[in-house]
């Protein structure tokens, strides 16, 4: 967030005269390995951003101690999907009808947070809205009238700190909290919740991955379009395509992976922070909402009771359909790990001559893995990335900064821990 101090009114009357609250932000990011999730900005004085080193996914996480506080129990390997997804209360493939407007999907991650509000579960929601001046840009804000999360739908790319709402949330006296978070956010917050002093907390997650700067992302549009400042909307599908739609009536236009130009990006365009992360399905928040494994629909995985709770308001606006896991994923992931290792830190472009690719762009929906195993062969494949990148960027961190549930998909691709990865001290 670099708004200078001028700028900074006008985009807080903006937001506000969308229901929008943007309280002025204070500190800045840690350098290193850090998506300014907000800590770094809590606190005050000399205390500003203590809180960092037991709170910051990037440090020295604890998943199975932290999902043990907040779901009772941590994930169980031999149980069903937990090995990939984390605890699994319920998970289901399921749309919000009708689809709510501007949404990145049909809308269910706004739409639960608007029931919250709606049913006077929570004071105030903190959320992202997109920056007055760039709809690519995130900023922080808090809602407190449920019609006004309509503003916040739809998916920005990059970092805006989240967390550095709950100070100002407190000093407004709000006690009941709803935030929707990426993991590396959530991961904060729920290592803070206790000493935060809210009443309740209920964490809408998103999966994330492949995060990057906005200025990276429009770089990234630019190479798709001639009028890049018309896309509206640009999401990767489940069908190996990603989709752009346009704010001048132009209709949607997919584009196949395999002809994405991504041999024209710098070879640093997904950060480190984003190459190496260790949680994709937003392992402790109440309820994710994603849709990798909805094979075209929504993709939610309630992980409590609360998350379970939270899903039964919408009543019958959720539609459900049977969730669907077709395909291997062993060769798709193989591949990946040879790509990676190849680009030695780049982007893991696949190598075959052109003719080819059209070929294999029109395969890969028909053939490839879906549902329930695309979201298997996602995991893993961030699994690799982050053991790979973290060796070559910063091998000490292995140790401490790569939890037994990475590990433990990266086996069956034949890495594992050498003895200085192994973390010396067992979670409890
Ligand atoms: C950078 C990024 C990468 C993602 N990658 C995946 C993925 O690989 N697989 C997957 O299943 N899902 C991924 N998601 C989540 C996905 O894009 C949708 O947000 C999700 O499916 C919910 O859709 P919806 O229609 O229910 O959301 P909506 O109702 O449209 O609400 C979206 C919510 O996300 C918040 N949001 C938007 N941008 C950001 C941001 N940059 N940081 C924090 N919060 C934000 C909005 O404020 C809003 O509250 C990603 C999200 C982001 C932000
Ligand atoms: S806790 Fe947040 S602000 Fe602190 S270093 Fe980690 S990501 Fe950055
Ligand atoms: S990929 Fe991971 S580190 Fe990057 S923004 Fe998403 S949750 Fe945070």
Known sequence: MSDSQEERPSITRQLAQKGL??????????????????????????????????????????????????????????????????????????RLDPPAEQAQWTGLTTALAAQLLEQGHVDAVLTMAPHPDDRWKPVPVMVTD????????????????????????????YRRLAVIGIPCQIYALRALEQTLGFERIHVIG???????????????????????DRISYLEFRTDYRV???????????????????????????????????????????????????????????????????????????????PLADKGRRKGAVTGFLHNTERAAGGLPLRRMPGWLRPIVAFLQPRLGPKGLEFARARLEMKAIETVLHLRRAHPARLKN????????????????????????????
């Open 206 to 228: 998103t999966p994330c991955s492949d995060n990057t700067t906005t200025d990276a992302f429009h770089h990234f549009l630019s190479l798709l379009e001639p009028d890049p």
């Open 146 to 173: 449920p019609a006004a999360l309509a503003h916040c739908r739809g998916m920005r790319m990059g970092y805006a700190p989240l967390l550095s709402l709950l100070e100002p949330a407190q000093a407004m006296g």
């Open 243 to 321: 989709e752009l739609r346009f704010d001048d009536g132009r209709p949607p236009r997919t584009i196949p992976f395999l002809k994405l130009p991504l041999s024209n990006l710098p070879a640093d365009f997904f950060p480190l922070t984003c190459k190496s992360c260790v949680d994709y399905t937003n392992r402790l928040a109440d309820i994710t909402v994603g849709y990798m494994g909805g094979d075209g629909d929504q993709w939610v995985i309630a992980r409590n009771e609360r998350g379970a709770d939270l899903l039964a308001l919408l009543g019958d606006r959720l539609v459900r359909r």
């Open 401 to 428: 900064m790569v939890p037994a549930h990475v590990w433990d998909l990266v086996a069956a691709y034949g890495l594992r821990p050498r003895p200085t990865e192994k973390k010396s001290i067992k979670s409890p």
């Open 21 to 94: 609250i943007s309280p002025p932000l204070v500190g800045a990011a840690r350098p290193g390995l850090c998506t300014d999730c907000g800590v770094s900005r809590m606190g005050a004085g000399q205390d500003r951003g203590k809180a960092c080193g037991r709170a910051c996914q990037f440090i020295a996480p604890d998943y199975p101690a932290m999902e043990k506080a907040v779901h009772g129990r941590a994930a169980d390997p031999d149980l069903g999907d937990e090995r990939f997804f984390g605890v699994i209360h319920s998970m289901i493939r399921a």
